[in-house]
């Protein structure tokens, strides 16, 4: 199993660099604001909760609420619970996949969902999104690699790292083409509801396509990934089977006090959205006025959806240098294209959280006074 890049990148920094200006998730809440947010009915239900096993497809109230609140037509029984994204994203692709099977994966990517096909004895495709074609899905790049055993398509949007979404017009016309093939599309999700969509952002793949998984979570747009609470939906009741008999190597079922309060948190939904969204979207504003100011250095391209982009580094100098220096001298953590294995100067930058400005000023002092 090749090592987790960006994982290991994280580990090595995250909980000591003093300015985080790459997360990918939005501004936290603590406990006690989701709490005082309960109904006194959910108050109920976490005051006398047991911490025993729960169910393994997760709290049936949650699983319903999930459907409900977020996935148009789809009903509790297409929803499993997981303990964050990436134990969906490796129970599906791991019960979806066999060896032998062809799998078409878009990168730059979130590592786990290239290598868990591979890790299954997947022959694998990587279709490169690219600056030129704006990080956009190109339907003709897949449609030219699709092989008579082709099992799977996975993808991202709002994509990680570019920012990038999908148009329901586009994945319309990519179901179209999976559907004549009986392809199934993965489809990692976890960035929706974050960002002012100024373009038709595509509905949850699995609310148009049978043969379709979304991947959600409470870790970005709700900003709790300490919560360790994601879900698969899918209108094919017997694959969720298959995924969750996966599960049970795992973790088996779902941590209790971490379903309550997503719960909470769900049915307060657009109090939380709109919170995260206006810190988001505060923060967006000033990257347009930071990168205006050094556009002789990056080239910046508004993120569409989520809260990370990917930014151009325009001298010869590589990037992990840039990043490295970066970190040793003003505790500013970037992320290097590198971590992606994705042969460019860019870097990722994330802006859900409320310390933007003052993560901006260190980057500003270093950009001003080191040698450039
Ligand atoms: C695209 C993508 N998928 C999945 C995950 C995993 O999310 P979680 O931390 O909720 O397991 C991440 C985390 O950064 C991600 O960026």
Not at 20 to 26: F, P, T, V
Request: glycine share 6%; proline share 4%.
């Amino acid at each position: 199993m090749n090592v987790f890049k960006l994982e290991e990148y994280l580990a090595k920094y995250e909980f000591s660099a003093k300015y985080l200006l790459c997360c990918s998730d939005a501004e936290s809440l603590s406990m006690s604001e989701v709490l005082a947010m309960g109904s006194p009915n959910e108050i109920a239900l976490w005051d006398h909760l047991r911490l025993g096993y729960t169910k393994a497809p997760g709290l049936p109230l949650l699983r319903k609420t999930v459907a409900d609140e977020l996935y148009q037509g789809l009903e509790a029984d297409h929803v499993l619970m997981f303990a964050g994204a990436e134990e969906g994203l490796f129970c599906s692709l791991h019960a979806i996949i066999e060896a032998g099977d062809h799998a078409i994966i878009l990168t730059p990517c979130y590592q786990s969902l290239l290598e868990v096909p591979k890790l299954k004895g997947a022959e694998v495709t990587e279709i490169e999104l690219t600056a030129e074609n704006e990080w956009r899905i190109d339907l003709q790049a897949i449609r030219n690699a699709i092989q008579p055993n082709t099992k799977c398509i996975v993808m991202n949007f709002p994509h990680n790292p570019t920012g990038q979404v999908i148009e329901e017009e586009e994945l319309k016309n990519l179901i179209a083409l999976c559907e004549s093939k009986g392809i199934w599309i993965f489809s990692d999700e976890v960035y929706r509801l974050l960002g002012s969509p100024n373009r038709s952002w595509a509905r949850p793949a699995a609310c148009l396509y049978n043969k379709a998984l979304s991947l959600g979570v409470m870790s970005k747009a709700f900003g709790m990934p300490g919560l360790r609470i994601g879900w698969i939906t899918c209108q094919d009741q017997a694959i969720l089977k298959k995924i969750e008999q996966v599960k049970h190597y795992t973790s088996i079922c779902n941590s209790a006090p971490a379903e309550i309060l997503s719960l909470i948190s769900l049915r307060n939904k657009d109090k939380i959205l709109k919170r995260n969204n206006q810190i988001a979207s505060e923060n967006l504003f000033l990257l347009d006025q930071f990168f205006s100011d050094y556009r002789h250095l990056f080239e910046w391209v508004r993120p569409q959806g989520g809260c990370v982009g990917f930014v151009k580094y325009n001298r010869p100098e590589s990037i992990d240098s840039f990043c490295e220096r970066l970190i040793a001298k003003k505790g500013v953590l970037l992320i290097p294209a590198s971590i992606y294995n994705y042969p460019s100067n860019h870097f990722r930058i994330g802006f859900g959280r409320k310390n933007m400005k003052d993560c901006l000023e260190q980057f500003r002092d270093f950009l001003n006074h080191e040698n450039i």
